[in-house]
Nanobody
Framework: QVQLVESGGGLVQAGGSLRLACRVS????????MGWFRQTRGKDREFVGR????????YYADSVKGRFTISRDNDKRTVYLQMNALKAEDTAVYYC?????????????????????WGQGTQVTVAS
C-alpha cells in the first residue's frame, strides 16, 4: 500500500519561504514521477509542478515559476517543494501526488487524474 504524507505547512508572512516535504511509503519510490497540487476553498484544484523519476526533468505552473522549486531525494523517499517569495494568493492546501510511470515518460501529465496516489494535504497560509 502506497502512502504519501506531506509536512512543513504553516503560517508565513508574505515574502517569506516554506519548504514542504512529502514522504512516500510502500512501492518503489524511484518508479514514481511526483507532483504537487494546491486547492483553495471554493476553487478548482491547481497543478503546481512535477518532477520526473530521476529528478532530471521538472515543470512548473506559470503562477509559481521562478519562486517554487521541486526536488527529490530517492534515498529518503521524499519529494520537496521549496516555496520562496510567497504571496497571499499562494494560500492553499498543498497536496503531493505520485505517478507510476516509465523512466522516459514524455507525456504532459498535469492533471490530478494523471497521478495514482495522493497525500492528505498540508495547509499553507500566507499572511499579507
Amino acid at each position: 500500500q502506497v502512502q504519501l504524507v506531506e509536512s512543513g505547512g504553516g503560517l508565513v508572512q508574505a515574502g517569506g519561504s516554506l519548504r514542504l516535504a512529502c514522504r512516500v511509503s510502500g512501492g518503489t519510490f524511484n518508479r514514481y514521477a511526483m507532483g504537487w497540487f494546491r486547492q483553495t476553498r471554493g476553487k478548482d484544484r491547481e497543478f503546481v509542478g512535477r518532477i520526473s523519476r530521476s529528478g532530471g526533468s521538472k515543470y512548473y505552473a506559470d503562477s509559481v515559476k521562478g519562486r517554487f522549486t521541486i526536488s527529490r531525494d530517492n534515498d529518503k523517499r521524499t519529494v520537496y517543494l521549496q516555496m520562496n517569495a510567497l504571496k497571499a494568493e499562494d494560500t492553499a492546501v498543498y497536496y503531493c501526488a505520485a505517478r507510476s510511470t516509465i523512466l522516459t515518460d514524455n507525456t504532459d501529465y498535469r492533471s490530478w487524474d494523471d497521478f495514482h496516489h495522493w497525500g492528505q494535504g498540508t495547509q499553507v497560509t500566507v499572511a499579507s
